[in-house]
C-alpha cells in the first residue's frame, strides 16, 4: 500500500495503536473524531492491505533467549534461492537483501552461544551458495521502534 494513500486519520490510528495494539475501537473513535464503524473499517483495510500488523513484541531476554546477532552473508550464486532457505529458519527473525559488500543480513535470536554456534554451523553455513558469513552480536538493545508510518 503506498504511503500516499494513508490520509492524517490513517496516521493517527496508527500512532494510537502503535502506542497500544489492544485499544479498543471506542476509545480510538473517541481520539480521532470518527464513528467506531468507520475506525474499524480504517483499521481492517490496512491490515487487509499489510499497511500494518497488529502483533505481541516480546522482548528475547525474558523469554530464555539472550543471545541476539546480525548476519552478514556472502553469497555465491542466486540470492534469492539462499534468501528462501534463511526464510524457513525459525532463529531467522529479520532478512534482507543487500547491495553492498554482503548479499543479506538476517538478525537471529537464539538462547545462547552454543546455539548461536549451532545456527551458524549446522544450519546457515550449510547452504548452498553460502559463501561466508560475518556474526555481528548484540550486546545491549537501546532502541527499537515501530514509528515508521507516523512520522
Known sequence: MPSQSLDALDRA????????????????A?????????????????????????????????LGLSRQAMVLIKV???????????????????LVVTAGSVDLLAEVVVSDDDALFALLNDQIRQIPGVLSTETIMYLSLRKQTYQWGTR
Not at 21 to 26: D, F, K, L, S
Not at 39 to 50: A, G
Not at 76 to 94: C, F, P, S, T, W
Open 30 to 62: 473517541k481520539e480521532v473524531g470518527l464513528s467506531e464503524a468507520a475506525v474499524r473499517q480504517r483499521v481492517q483495510r490496512m491490515l487487509d492491505q499489510q499497511a500494518m500488523q497488529i502483533v505481541a513484541v516480546t522482548d528475547p531476554m525474558q
Open 76 to 94: 555465491d550464486g542466486n540470492v534469492r534461492d539462499v534468501a528462501d532457505q534463511l526464510e524457513k529458519i525459525v532463529e531467522v527473525d529479520y
Open 13 to 28: 490510528l496508527l500512532r494510537l495503536l502503535q502506542r497500544d495494539g489492544r485499544r479498543p475501537y471506542t476509545q480510538l
